[in-house]
């Protein structure tokens, strides 16, 4: 039985290191084809930013190594972003057997969606977000000071926020696995809908620089609450169905 446990836990190993490894190379393989337009992708993460900037203001550099480095940077970055569904799908094909039926036919849709949701909350917070934010900096400098942004202060900054957006319109699929988990479920969240109505606004204020893109980073939060309301009550419906 020990034998039979370890031959068991070696093989679970082998599969793992054979899905990181099936990673590792997809995003290598991403970043070989893109790592020749590295300026260019970061000129268009930078748009924003330099769309907004008064006329012959120009991004900076006040590191040696920054104009080469930080474009590659963000090409790395872009690499694991858009190597995202073949990185979910070799962590699905390693928990896959061990998940019974009804749970492999809950999780495949949230894992599909969940996906769709962070890149529509990166792309947000880059045509909607960054341009809004970027202005009224822009318009609420001191008189007499200038822009000069630094380029690497700059992509950490956009990545920081891609994150945070994108990850907060994950709202819908953490609704669905907090109900079903048990730790809520959908009567109670319906009976907190004001409550939550005000946090959205909160969370706007806090990333967000003024009361105009608080509003609209809000309401798009809002309403991804109300769709996992919705489709937690279809899912486990169906799952509970299922089983």
Not at 159 to 170: Q, R, Y
Request: glycine share 4%; charged share 10%; with cysteine.
């Amino acid at each position: 039985m020990i034998v039979e446990n370890k031959q068991l836990f070696i093989d679970h190993i082998i599969e793992l290191r054979k899905r990181v490894l099936n990673c590792v190379i997809t995003i290598c393989i991403v970043f070989l084809i893109l790592v020749y337009f590295s300026n260019n992708i970061y000129n268009l993460v930078a748009l924003p930013l330099i769309n907004q900037m008064p006329e012959g203001a120009k991004m900076i550099a006040t590191a040696v190594t920054a104009p080469f480095v930080t474009p590659i940077k963000l090409t790395i970055i872009v690499s694991i972003f858009l190597s995202v569904p073949i990185i979910i799908y070799q962590i699905w094909a390693f928990i896959a057997p061990a998940l019974y039926k009804n749970e492999r036919n809950l999780l495949i849709p949230i894992a599909i969606f969940g996906t769709l949701l962070f890149y529509l909350g990166v792309f947000f917070a880059y045509f909607f977000i960054l341009p809004m934010a970027f202005k009224f900096f822009i318009n609420a400098l001191p008189k007499g000071v200038t822009i000069a942004t630094d380029i690497t202060n700059y992509l950490d900054f956009i990545i920081w926020l891609f994150m945070v957006c994108g990850i907060s319109f994950e709202i819908p699929v953490v609704i669905i696995l907090l109900c079903w988990i048990g730790i809520t479920d959908t009567k109670k969240l319906k009976n907190n809908r004001a409550y939550i109505f005000v946090g959205t606004f909160i969370i706007g204020m806090l990333l967000t620089p003024d009361v105009l893109s608080q509003i609209i980073l809000a309401i798009p939060l809002y309403l991804l609450f109300e769709i996992g309301l919705f489709f937690s009550h279809y899912y486990l419906k169906n799952y509970n169905r299922l089983k």
